[in-house]
Antibody, heavy 119, light 113 residues
Framework: QVPLVQSGAEVKEPGASVKVSCRAS????????IHWVRQAPEQGLEWVGW????????KYSQKFQGRVTIKRDTFASTAYMDLSSLRSEDTAVYYC????????????WGQGTTVTVSS | DIVMTQSPDSLAVSLGERATINCKSS????????????LTWYQQKPGQPPKVLIH???TRESGVPDRFSGSGSGTDFTLTISSLQAEDVAVYYC?????????FGQGTRLEIK
């Protein structure tokens, strides 16, 4: 079983919003924290935010505050990242990554979702 | 924010030779209450997500070849590949998880000489 499976590629116009999902296999979703990390083309890794899948507590990078919302559905074992007011600079591969919920390590990564922002 | 700075940006090493990548944090990532360094090393190959090699600065992830090792404490860390293999060509990143926001080094591209 693949531990984390992400939704498919998205193409959005500037100003739109995108929602990316990350489904965890197994029945222990709530013991984890789920991070979102992005990587622009030919660039490095950038942390977007995190959710405690158990209690729903969230933490966000200041850079994305106000534009990003991370939620989870415990029944579906799925975490979601919503990014609004998209601009061309948001074009990137977005990864979810799982880790312990009581500290911020990441041990398993999803396959990545390509989000392209273009008019 | 904790700034992570890797050196060098790129590195070319002959097969079978040692490769060394350095990572420096702008603040200590050593948590005094448990004496653990909150630092991970990743390997990323083209078109793939990052793969965890080392966590807690020096603990090799299960299944990672023992030619990979991590060392250092506080603010200065090193990833060493003792005998470079062709499959080790990749970009390597360090990351701190001591505090929010989580931050990554800029990456070091490792190639075969």
């Amino acid at each position: 079983q693949v531990p984390l499976v992400q939704s498919g590629a998205e193409v959005k116009e500037p100003g739109a919003s995108v929602k990316v999902s990350c489904r965890a296999s197994g029945n222990s979703f709530t013991i984890y924290g789920i991070h979102w990390v992005r990587q622009a083309p030919e660039q490095g890794l950038e942390w977007v935010g995190w959710i405690n899948a158990g209690n729903g507590d969230t933490k966000y990078s200041q850079k994305f505050q106000g534009r990003v919302t991370i939620k989870r559905d415990t029944f579906a074992s799925t975490a979601y990242m919503d990014l609004s007011s998209l601009r061309s600079e948001d074009t990137a591969v977005y990864y979810c990554a799982r880790g312990p919920r009581d500290y911020f390590a990441m041990d398993v990564w999803g396959q990545g979702t390509t989000v392209t922002v273009s008019s | 924010d904790i700034v992570m700075t890797q050196s060098p940006d790129s590195l070319a090493v002959s097969l079978g030779e040692r490769a060394t990548i350095n990572c420096k944090s702008s603040q200590s990532v050593l948590y005094s209450s448990n004496n653990k360094n909150y630092l991970t090393w990743y390997q990323q190959k083209p078109g793939q997500p990052p793969k965890v090699l080392i966590h807690w600065a020096s603990t090799r992830e299960s299944g990672v070849p023992d030619r990979f090792s991590g060392s250092g404490s506080g603010t200065d860390f090193t990833l060493t590949i003792s005998s470079l293999q062709a499959e080790d060509v990749a970009v390597y990143y360090c990351q701190q998880y001591y505090s929010i926001p989580i931050t990554f080094g800029q990456g070091t591209r490792l190639e075969i000489k």
